[in-house]
């Protein structure tokens, strides 16, 4: 390597893996949620099948346009 280029190399401004530390502890802290929610519903689903809580089938057929919209109103009251 000549000397030019170690000089170049020495002074280009490197990125910090560390740079984003909260980023990181945001998007692992996501996923854990998302994750959570999948069970808690894939659970409520499942004992809807089984019997042990009421069927969710109609309550879902007939709202689910509402529970869209509350959704996405949370999600854009969560980013501000």
């Not at 990125?15 to 998302?34: E, G, K, L, Q, W």
């Not at 659970?43 to 689910?64: D, E, F, K, T, Y």
Request: hydrophobic share 50%.
């Amino acid at each position: 390597m000549r000397e030019e280029d170690e000089v170049a190399l020495s002074t280009t401004p490197r990125r910090s893996t560390t740079a984003h530390p909260n980023r990181r502890d945001t998007v692992f802290f996501r996923s854990r949620i998302i994750a959570l929610i999948l069970i808690v519903v894939g659970a409520v689903l499942l004992m809807s099948n089984i019997g042990w809580i009421p069927q969710l089938r109609p309550l879902l057929q007939h709202w689910w346009p509402a529970i869209l919209i509350v959704i996405g109103l949370l999600m854009l009251i969560r980013r501000r």
